[in-house]
Structures are given as structure tokens and as C-alpha cells.
């Protein structure tokens, strides 16, 4: 049994929340373990499963814990937070916070534009556009599915290029559309049956999901993005200034 001191004026379920963190922290708790239900939890604090509840509840807020709907609480296995002040990319986030960065490339086709993409690249619907599908590891634990749209007449290139260090837009520069922008609208979202797949997660987990149009210089939309992110794992980090 955990030894809570009931008689120091700190709060139970705090002692239960501070427990549990030094054992994150300290290992005891390995990212991705299950946590012990609330009731075995509540027996080895000697403490009610309320309690239990209310310093888990404070974790999971922190992010240190998340819950699997019908599965359990468990350690989160790692958290990547990307700045959304400035366009970056994927190796940059890495080389910041430190993990081993992995792009695995899941498809590279000609597919004719839909409403939504054509909209986004200021074509005609039915146009032909590139469309690359790769998937994010951080740390080999997969973070972002990634569907980018690029008009094939303007960059017939993308269909030969290397894609597993670089994004598709700092290739685009290469052949001369100069980056200057990008508009994002972030939301959250349910997991599908293929984005749980390959994310690891349970249909319908929550996600956060990004759509970003990214501008030449020119004002011309070059690139759309719609980024599917691990709801557990990933957070945008924005600075609002008054």
C-alpha cells in the first residue's frame, strides 16, 4: 500500500496526483502502460475511488495521462508541440525538442480534384493534382497523417522528388514558388477507420485536425494540407498579442 500522510493538510487526492507523477517521472510508470483501475488504485492509496478520480482527472489535464474509451487510463507515450507563429516543418520540430524525426511515404498519385481541394488551389474541380500521403513518427511512435494536394501543372516534378527529409513546399521552392504564407484552420475532429489504423488509436478517439493552404509569394495557393494529429500526443503551441 502508498503511505498518504492524512494529517499534514495537503489534500488526498493531491498526494495521489504527486505519487503518480514521481512514478511517471521517475519511470515506475513506463509511457504507454496501463494504469491500475481506480478501484485497485484506491486500495493501494487507502483512499476512496473519488479521490483516485480527481488526481488522475488533474494528470490527464496535464497530459501526462489519457484515457481509451472502454480499454482504460494510461502513461502517454510522448508529446510533440509544434509553433504555429511561423511556418515550420516536421525536422525543424525535431531538432528543437529533441526526437528522432520519421517520414514514411504511404502514396504518391494523380488523382482528379474534388470540390474541396479545387477550392483550396484555385482550380477547376476534376483538374489533376498530385496527392502525397505519408505518415509522421516521432520518436518511432506515429503522430500526423498527412494528405497533401499540389496541382499537377504546376509541378509535375513532386511525382519523382524525395520526400522522407523535406516537405513538399520547400521543394515547390526549388522550382521557383517562393513561400511567403500560409492560412490554417485547426479543429477538433473523430478519428475515421483509417486514421485510427495508422495513428494506433481506437476509431473515433479524438484528433486535432489541421487544413492548411500554403501561398507563393504571388497570392497563388500552392499547396493544400489537411494534417491528421494524434489527439494525445501533438498540440499547437500560438502566441496572441494584444
Not at 31 to 55: C, D, H, I, W, Y
Not at 68 to 97: I, M, S, W, Y
Not at 204 to 229: M, Q, S, W
Request: with cysteine; net charge negative.
Amino acid at each position: 500500500m502508498q503511505t498518504l500522510n492524512k494529517s499534514d493538510g495537503v489534500a488526498l487526492y493531491v498526494q495521489v496526483r504527486e505519487t503518480l507523477r514521481e512514478q511517471i517521472n521517475g519511470g515506475q510508470l513506463a509511457p504507454g502502460q496501463k494504469l491500475p483501475a481506480e478501484e485497485e488504485l484506491a486500495a493501494q492509496f487507502g483512499v476512496s475511488r473519488m479521490t483516485v478520480r480527481q488526481g488522475i482527472s488533474d494528470l490527464t489535464d496535464e497530459g501526462l495521462l489519457y484515457r481509451r474509451r472502454g480499454a482504460g487510463t494510461f502513461v502517454t507515450q510522448f508529446h510533440v508541440e509544434r509553433d504555429h507563429n511561423k511556418l515550420t516543418d516536421f525536422f525543424q520540430t525535431a531538432r528543437l525538442e529533441g526526437f528522432e524525426a520519421e517520414v514514411r511515404l504511404l502514396s504518391r498519385e494523380v488523382v482528379p480534384a474534388k470540390l474541396l481541394i479545387a477550392k483550396a488551389l484555385d482550380i477547376q474541380e476534376g483538374e489533376p493534382v498530385i496527392r502525397i500521403q505519408t505518415l509522421r513518427l516521432a520518436n518511432q511512435v506515429p503522430v500526423t497523417l498527412y494528405d497533401e494536394y499540389v496541382a499537377y501543372l504546376l509541378c509535375p516534378e513532386l511525382l519523382s522528388e524525395e520526400l522522407h527529409s523535406r516537405p513538399a513546399w520547400q521543394i515547390l521552392e526549388g522550382y521557383g514558388h517562393v513561400i511567403k504564407r500560409a492560412v490554417q484552420r485547426i479543429e477538433a475532429r473523430a478519428a475515421n477507420e483509417e486514421v485510427a489504423h495508422l495513428l494506433q488509436l481506437e476509431e473515433d478517439a479524438p484528433i486535432l485536425f489541421k487544413n492548411r493552404v500554403i501561398y507563393a509569394e504571388d497570392g497563388k495557393p500552392v499547396e493544400l494540407i489537411l494534417c491528421h494529429n494524434h489527439g494525445n500526443i501533438y498540440s499547437a503551441k500560438m502566441i496572441l498579442v494584444r
